[in-house]
Structure formats: C-alpha cells, structure tokens
C-alpha cells in the first residue's frame, strides 16, 4: 500500500481475508450472491481512546487476525484495494495462532479433496 493510511483514536484499518472457493457440480456463484467474508487482517491502528484524559492503548495491533460483524464498519478503497474501518469495539474476536493454524490446516484438506 503505497498511501500512508493512519486511522484516529481507536479506530483500525482492516483488509478482509478472502475465503478460497471450490466449486462444485459446475455451479459458479456471482460475487454479488456471495456473503463478505467477517475475518480480516489489521493494516493499521489508531493511537488509543482518551477516557477521562488518560490515553487506553488498543488491545490489538498491526498483523493481528481478527473477527467483525458483517455490517460493521465503513468500506473504503484505496488504489484498487478493498479496506474496512472499524472502531476497536466493533472487532469480535482475536484469532490466536492455534486457530490460525486449524483454519489453514482445514483449507488444505478442502483443497485436496476437490483435486
């Protein structure tokens, strides 16, 4: 990303993480039938939310992998790249490097089953 993005307060930037598609019986679903996926990767984060003059740090950080809610955040694109910002309390979940792995160990399995 040549731009220099930085979100303000407690807000971050998300890139959303594609879900690999197998397709099967020849049936090709349209990309506007398709859900957008909630599970991306954070770009960017913002310094932290001010509560009573005191600067609070976000709980998550560039790299981290994190679940949203399917309506949250606003949809931006820069340079031909699809981005989210969200507010930090609209982030779900974490994923962990143990359920990094499981859903990567999964998707290798769905790979080699449709070869």
């Known amino acids: 990303m040549a731009v220099n993005l930085t979100p303000l307060h407690d807000r971050v930037i998300v890139k959303r993480i594609e879900e690999k598609e197998s397709v099967r019986g020849g049936i090709i679903i349209p990309d506007s039938a398709k859900e957008k996926p909630m599970e991306g990767e954070i ?59 499981a859903r990567k160990k999964e998707r290798s399995k769905e790979a080699r089953k449709s070869k």
């Open 43 to 101: 770009i960017a984060v913002g310094a932290g939310k001010r509560e009573k003059g005191e600067l609070i740090p976000l709980d998550v950080k560039p790299g981290d992998r994190v679940l949203f809610g399917k309506y949250s955040g606003t949809e931006i694109k820069i340079e031909d790249e699809e981005l989210l910002i969200l507010r930090e309390e609209e982030i779900l979940a974490k994923l962990s490097g143990a359920a990094k792995a």
